[in-house]
């Protein structure tokens, strides 16, 4: 998957339960599904002293730090 999006011209978007994966040749992008909700929707959280601001909801890298983070993860993972 990883070479795939490296050599690609359009995103790769994984989606999770909560959280969106979206990878291309330049970044790797994390969105919280709360980000395109209508503000209707998020007055559900206003008990959970939450701060639900756009900038909270997102967060990123470069594609290369990506590769580096998931490998260091896998060695992490499997013991090395």
Do not use: R
Not at 12 to 23: F, P, R, V, W
Not at 59 to 77: H, P, T
Request: aromatic share 8%.
């Amino acid at each position: 998957m990883i070479s795939a999006v490296a050599t690609s011209f359009e995103p790769l978007t994984l989606q999770g339960q909560e959280i969106d994966l979206i990878l291309n040749k330049d970044e790797a992008i994390f969105e919280a599904h709360a980000l395109h909700q209508d503000s209707e929707d998020l007055l559900a959280y206003q008990d959970d002293e939450l701060m639900l601001e756009e900038s909270g909801l997102s967060s990123g890298c470069g594609f290369e730090d990506f590769v580096d983070l998931i490998n260091s993860w896998q060695e992490f993972a499997s013991g090395k």
